[in-house]
């Protein structure tokens, strides 16, 4: 099969609130998908139930044929250091603030069984420099960092072990419009590079219009629309989606 | 056979080829589209009803029809912009034909990715990315050497009157002539099988429109299905080989 | 020995059997499960944390009638903590108690490992203050044992990572974390990193114990125990570059001692039944 993950039947209730309803949903190698709605709309809920860290109540998700629920937490954990990647909305859940910006994106290399400090730090400085940070400051501290390089930095450290499935909650949520811009187009050559597959959770429809390839649109915990981004996006069908798209573009 | 895999043609199809896969590059089928606005009290807006037009390879079909006929939206209906309320439309690719209207979005990519090209009106900009690299990525896309793309698509630029010193800059700041000449040679530029082109001269001046028919004409030769809308009806006169009606819907309820 | 000689009202070794017991199963696994920390129910002791409680719990649970037992602080045995556990073990075991390395069949240590090759048959008992290698880089507990059931320790390296790049070498110069038999990562406990290569095939049993953490590990013998390093910086363990001033040994580790108001500096084994069975310098006068 060719599908890297594949979610099927995925139900989620919180007391009467649906998290998520009866949700499906399959990601390709080098596919791009966006998950966009309101707050509350269940998407969070989405991405972190696909990537094992909640499980469903009912439902399957597959990577690479194996249900990800029932792999075991060592066998997940595995997959989290090695095939996937996770950026945090906020750069402080995913970096060590304590660790250098060099042992920030070492980590996931030593953690693979790299060794080799001179090795770890080329590759470093390599990273750093793709995300756009000055490597003379390998050595400084993220707390040092703005928000929008702490953002880089997040992501240098995710992708250094090149990951196949990159999950995405809301990358550029807390970030400077200027600042977003910039951060995008990063994301959007870099995934174009390492032919990524990326699951992006995000509100922002103009993010999802330049990074993705597919779009899943979600209201109360279920998918009320999808397909191509620019069909989604030019011709909505469902009424959430009008509401979405119409009171976005007019912005 | 790995051999003859090596034959196979990075350009458009050659017509010979093209002839043998079938009479048709791009054709619909009783293709409808309304729009239903759910926002206006569920409204629905009837646009095209029953369109069934056939483009041979080599062939540059020009639509016509007063303003607010529906000319782009059939345009987006063929790229699969716009989803199609009923019917079809059938596009030859990798030797079968596709229906882009019920087609998987990962299979739409492909068909854009080597068979189907769209040169809207306006130039959607990506911010930070240079006129060069534009151009270049839709070939990169298709796998030619990143050198290779960038030196054609410098070359394309160049003919398209684009000076080599802007090439390195983002689009966003120049004129709408001059992003409307880097959309021209980002779509000219794979040598898609089927070209779509929305007033594809609106805002260039004699010389460019000049370079934009020559360009027209070589793509047909090289056996390019186009199906266009021109505005301007000398340069409509000059490429198109015949013209398609789209007739206005009488306003339903 | 005789029941006589034990100090009166107290069972053997001070424990009561049932502790010793719980104590024993957790040191029988701990040793099955070389470098994995098992949890035990420490008892109160009559001196308190941090003087070697979680030490002197694992000897009391292992001592026989017939062993003798030598208690070394920072390599000497005649310091204080020394001392008083010496005598406490001679009044509720009365077992006999020797300075001599190789006379010993238990050795209770805090902060060194003696100088003298250990041999089969002997058990080293170590005095653990903090057993979590990762307590500094990692502060919540269930992420500690997560990362230890999984393996995972790639946060040690960042550690050895940031020393480097900081200082350009690593700097932990005492409890310097090891890997044992290419599993779990262990705290040595506060040796100096020159005595980590002695951890590696030792002949004799290691025994480590946390009386305030309430855990106890092993390191059965002749196991492998690695310290970290990466390949283009290896592990180098720190000797002061000079002599004992009393018996010249240039092999031992060293304690520096400021001998005036001047600052001036002597060097001496730390290792005190080491230095003493050497023969002593003939020119002591400088």
Known sequence: MSELLTAEGLHLHFGKVAALDDVALEIHPGEVVAIVGESGSGKTTLLRVLAGLMPPQQGQVL????????MGEAARRRLMRSDWGFVHQNPRDGLRLRVSAGGNVGERLMAAGARHYGNIRAEATEWLKRVEIDPARIDDMPLQFSGGMQQRLQIARTLVTRPKLVFMDEPTGGLDVSVQARLLDLIRALVADLGLAVLIVTHDIAAARLLAHRMLVMRRGQVVEQGLTDRVLDDPQHPYTQLLVSSVLAA | MSHQEQGRPTQPAAPDRAAALGPHAIRTEGLSKDFTLHLQGGIRIPVLRGVDLAVAPGECVALAGPSGAGKSTLMRCLYGNY????????????????????????????????????????????????TQQIVAEPLMARGVGREEAMAHAAALLKRLNLPAKLHGLPPATFSGGEQQRVNLARGFAPGYPVLLLDEPTASLDAANRDVVVALIAEAKRAGTAIIGIFHDTEVRDRVADRLFEVAPMQDAA | MTEASIEAGYNFGYLDENTKRMIRRALLKAVAVPGYQVPFGSREMPLPYGWGTGGIQVTASIIGADDTLKVIDQGADDTTNAVSIRRFFNRVTGVAT??????????????????????????????????????RLEPRVAETKRMHALADYGLMHVKLYEDIARHGAATTSYNYPVLVNQRYLMSPSPIPAFDNPKLDRMPALQLFGAGREKRIYAVPPWTEVKSLDFEDHPFQPARADAACVICGARDSYLDELIVDDSGKRHFVCSDTDYCASRPPVQDAAA
């Open chain 2, 83 to 130: 989803g199609a309320g009923s019917g079809h439309v059938w596009v030859r690719h990798d030797g079968r034909e596709v229906d882009i209207t019920s087609a998987d979005a990962r299979e739409v990519r492909a068909v854009r990715r080597d068979t189907l090209g769209y040169v809207s009106q306006f130039l959607r900009v990506i911010p930070r990315v240079a």
């Open chain 1, 63 to 70: 990577y690479a044929g194996e249900d990800v629920h029932a």
């Open chain 3, 98 to 135: 020797t300075e001599h390395t190789a006379a010993a069949t238990i050795i209770q240590t805090r902060h060194r490992v003696p100088e003298a090759k250990l041999r089969e048959g002997q058990v080293l008992v170590y005095q653990v203050p903090m057993p979590e290698p990762l307590f």
